[in-house]
């Protein structure tokens, strides 16, 4: 189905608020609960203290901010992986398995080497430790099992479809040429780069996280770039929005996920965060708009689900 620009960018925009706005709602109706737990003198207790019951509400929760609304709009429109930028056959299982080997490095030498979560914990036990990443927590009873298979299968899914259509609704929304796919992705994503190490060196002063955490999450992202550098095809174009508006939004959406909005104790780790996350998703929206490489992106996300590195989406939800 062919889109007018003022679609995508609606379709932009509606994407981009259900991640902003689901999690005050949902915030909202929790307390609902709890209020009506207190007038109603404490029946909902044993509800709300279940932990399937706060299992299912952060399943909702992030299915609800990040694939619902791309998926539905998506079938809206009649569109299938074109929606998000997948419509195009390639081999791209080498590059794509390249591009995802920095994030599974990024996560396992920042937890070995950081602060030992257990006392007396031996290098090479925290190594291994932290090369399971989130199937570590599949080794529970069966409900758990399910309630953490379900919610790693989500936090690969629901930030693939989110950041992917953000991008394609970004490129179709604003088509004018004004930089090279080189340059867009050499000048923002190595900027999001500087910017992610100039605030973890804030957070290090402000004992938020380890030094050496700093560094190999920014040497990560950073590693990202660079090989996604080597599968941008030269001479191609794109808008400076199709780049960086996805990013922006992912930004934005950490910062209200994880702390709460601009008022928060914890600002200066979410824009940590929101700027390792937003060059991710820059990255994932120059890969995608090379088109022969587009399905690269897919193992990037499917890493990022069972090792959140701090440079990736899934650690919004995870970390």
Same mark, same amino acid.
């Given at each position: 189905?062919?889109?007018?620009?003022?679609?995508?960018?609606?379709?932009?925009?509606?994407?981009?608020?259900?991640?902003?706005?689901?999690?005050? !709602?949902?915030?909202?109706?929790?307390?609902?609960?709890?209020?009506?737990?207190?007038?109603?003198?404490?029946?909902?207790?044993?509800? !709300?203290?279940?932990?399937?019951?706060?299992?299912?509400?952060?399943?909702?929760?992030?299915?609800?901010?990040?694939?619902?609304?791309?998926?539905?709009?998506?079938?809206?429109?009649?569109?299938?992986?074109?929606?998000?930028?997948?419509?195009?056959?390639?081999?791209?299982?080498?590059?794509?398995?390249?591009?995802? !080997?920095?994030? &599974?490095?990024?996560?396992?030498?920042?937890?070995? !080497?950081? &602060?030992?979560?257990?006392?007396?914990?031996?290098?090479?036990?925290?190594?291994?430790?932290?090369?399971?990443?989130?199937?570590?927590?599949?080794?529970?009873?069966?409900?758990?099992?399910?309630?953490?298979?379900?919610?790693?299968?989500?936090?690969?899914?629901? &930030?693939?479809?989110?950041?992917?259509?953000?991008?394609?609704?970004?490129?179709?929304?604003?088509?004018?040429?004004?930089?090279?796919?080189?340059?867009?992705?050499?000048?923002?994503?190595?900027?999001?780069?500087?910017?992610?190490?100039?605030?973890?060196?804030?957070?290090?002063?402000?004992?938020?996280?380890?030094?050496?955490?700093?560094?190999?999450?920014?040497?990560?992202?950073?590693?990202?770039?660079?090989?996604?550098?080597?599968?941008?095809?030269?001479?191609?174009?794109?808008?400076?929005?199709?780049?960086?508006?996805?990013?922006?939004?992912?930004?934005?959406?950490?910062?209200?996920?994880?702390?709460?909005?601009?008022?928060?104790?914890?600002?200066?780790?979410?824009?940590?965060?929101?700027?390792?996350?937003?060059?991710?998703?820059?990255?994932?929206?120059?890969?995608?708009?090379?088109?022969?490489?587009?399905?690269?992106?897919?193992?990037?996300?499917?890493?990022?689900?069972?090792?959140?590195?701090?440079?990736?989406?899934?650690?919004?939800?995870?970390?």
């Amino acid at each position: 189905m062919w889109m007018t620009t003022e679609d995508a960018r609606s379709d932009f925009i509606l994407a981009a608020v259900m991640a902003f706005f689901v999690p005050q !709602l949902l915030q909202f109706l929790i307390l609902l609960l709890s209020f009506v737990n207190q007038i109603a003198f404490g029946l909902l207790n044993s509800l !709300l203290a279940a932990s399937w019951f706060q299992a299912l509400i952060l399943i909702v929760s992030v299915w609800a901010i990040t694939g619902l609304m791309p998926l539905y709009l998506a079938r809206y429109r009649e569109q299938g992986a074109s929606a998000f930028g997948l419509d195009h056959e390639g081999a791209a299982i080498g590059p794509g398995i390249l591009l995802a !080997l920095p994030i &599974p490095a990024t996560f396992i030498t920042s937890r070995a !080497l950081g &602060p030992s979560p257990t006392v007396g914990g031996s290098l090479v036990d925290r190594t291994i430790d932290a090369s399971l990443g989130t199937i570590a927590l599949l080794s529970l009873d069966l409900i758990a099992l399910i309630q953490n298979l379900v919610l790693i299968v989500l936090i690969f899914v629901g &930030p693939l479809l989110l950041v992917s259509f953000l991008h394609v609704r970004a490129r179709d929304g604003f088509r004018e040429v004004t930089i090279s796919l080189t340059e867009a992705l050499r000048t923002f994503g190595m900027g999001a780069v500087a910017a992610g190490f100039v605030l973890g060196l804030l957070n290090v002063v402000a004992a938020n996280i380890g030094f050496l955490q700093l560094v190999f999450n920014t040497l990560g992202l950073a590693a990202l770039v660079l090989i996604a550098d080597r599968l941008v095809e030269p001479g191609v174009t794109t808008s400076r929005a199709a780049i960086v508006a996805p990013g922006v939004a992912i930004l934005i959406a950490t910062i209200v996920l994880r702390g709460g909005g601009l008022f928060s104790a914890n600002l200066l780790a979410d824009l940590f965060n929101g700027t390792m996350a937003a060059g991710f998703a820059i990255v994932v929206s120059v890969v995608l708009q090379t088109r022969r490489y587009a399905w690269s992106v897919v193992p990037m996300f499917a890493a990022a689900a069972i090792w959140p590195a701090r440079m990736t989406v899934a650690n919004v939800f995870w970390g």
